[in-house]
């Protein structure tokens, strides 16, 4: 039981570049959520998943599209990469029942110069 | 829409005394949950414990316990004898009605022996 699996471990991107976070985990969770940590700003939600087929965004979804093709899988998309998007990112997933605590991936450091 | 404010960025506690690090919330849903996460240096993210509004007691797992108080919309968690490995980074986070969950900004704690 690998948990929640995240790739890249570190990325370093132009501006303007494209690229896909990857996030997969096996414990049929319905749940999963796409998180950043930016330093003295904790972690902020980017889009979330209730299930196969349905996402929807959190409180920072610009410059990002996530998609929910299979339960196990919830890809982050950076569309055009800008410094901005610097940051660690966290993938986590949940069932549905409680106490509903999230799992978390170790995480993707991503640099854009 | 949902808030979480952890108002300490910084903690200092003296080994095997206790800790209170607060949080408080702001919501109108009658349904949610609150829970706090640890992040050591190393980064992963931890599940500590979890509080369901209508819980009516006070959550508890082991030394950890959330001082819930619903009317003044507060979630603090309180770390009993603390010891040098609880040194780390804290999180509040809630979930409202669904599954959408956001965190407040964090709490770095120093435990000093």
């Known amino acids: 039981n690998a948990g929640v699996t995240q790739t890249p471990k570190f990325q370093v991107l132009k501006t303007g570049q494209s690229m896909t976070l990857q996030c997969a985990q096996d414990m049929n969770h319905e749940y999963m959520s796409w998180y950043r940590q930016d330093p003295g700003m904790g972690l902020r939600l980017i889009h979330y998943s209730v299930g196969a087929g349905i996402t929807d965004q959190g409180e920072v979804p610009n410059g990002y599209n996530v998609s929910r093709s299979t339960t196990e899988d919830f890809p982050l998309r950076l569309l055009s990469a800008a410094p901005s998007q610097t940051s660690v990112y966290f993938c986590?997933?949940?069932?549905?029942?409680?106490?509903?605590?999230?799992?978390f991936g170790p995480g993707t450091r991503l640099t854009v110069t | 829409a949902q808030k979480i404010t952890q108002t300490q960025p910084g903690m200092f506690v003296q080994e095997k005394e206790a800790v209170t690090l607060d949080c408080t919330y702001d919501?109108?849903?009658?349904?949610?949950?609150l829970f706090w996460y640890k992040q050591p240096s190393s980064g992963e993210m931890i599940f500590l414990i979890y509080q369901g509004s209508y819980d009516e007691q006070n959550a508890t797992e082991g030394r950890y316990s959330l001082n819930f108080q619903k009317a003044r919309k507060s979630a603090n968690l309180v770390i009993s004898a603390s010891q040098l490995g609880d040194s780390a980074m804290y999180f509040c986070a809630m979930r409202e009605g669904g599954f959408k969950t956001i965190f407040g900004a964090g709490t770095r704690l120093f435990v000093k022996a």
């Open positions: 986590a997933s949940s069932s549905r029942g409680t106490p509903y605590e999230q799992y």
């Open positions: 919501t109108s849903d009658q349904s949610y949950g």
